[in-house]
């Protein structure tokens, strides 16, 4: 059990893992399920583990260049719960004004076509930005304001 911990910590020292994640890595080197839940719930009870604070990080790091939605899943997909996510999604600020950011620093126009506007469309779509932040992003055009 020391050695679980202590490559717990090794990991942690890196970079902040989710509960779902660590355990993932910490598996195959634990002898039972029961003394990995114990390290982690002791990693918890120590504030040395905790899914709000990755999900506040991850949310830090992703907002840039990625939508609601993408990060959402992502952070589904290292086990983090809905209630941390929603509590770590306002970190990321304005969802229609980084997708506007992400539309200009990618485009150099308002699109000329419609097939244009599709696949600009599609593009941020693919990054994770909803229908209305793509709207508006799309409104505001080069200028940056809503008209």
Same mark, same amino acid.
């Given at each position: ?22 355990? !993932?890595?910490?598996?195959?080197? !634990? ?27 991850? &949310? &830090? ?18 086990? &983090? ?6 509590? !770590? ?59």
């Amino acid at each position: 059990m020391p050695d679980l911990r202590v490559q717990a910590l090794k990991l942690l020292t890196r970079r902040d893992h989710s509960r779902a994640e660590l355990r !993932a890595k910490l598996a195959s080197e !634990a002898e039972t399920s029961e003394a990995l839940d114990a390290v982690l719930d002791a990693l918890q009870g120590e504030r040395l583990l905790s899914d709000q604070r990755y999900a506040m990080q991850r &949310v &830090v790091a992703k907002a840039r260049r990625f939508g609601d939605t993408r990060i959402k899943h992502d952070l589904r997909l290292h086990g &983090v719960g809905e209630a941390d996510i929603a509590a !770590a999604l306002p970190e990321g600020g304005n969802e229609a004004d980084r997708c506007h950011a992400v539309w200009a620093r990618k485009f150099a126009g308002l699109p000329q076509s419609p097939a244009e506007r599709g696949k600009q469309m599609r593009f941020l779509q693919y990054r994770g930005f909803s229908i209305e932040a793509i709207q508006q992003a799309m409104r505001r055009g080069l200028g940056g304001e809503d008209e």
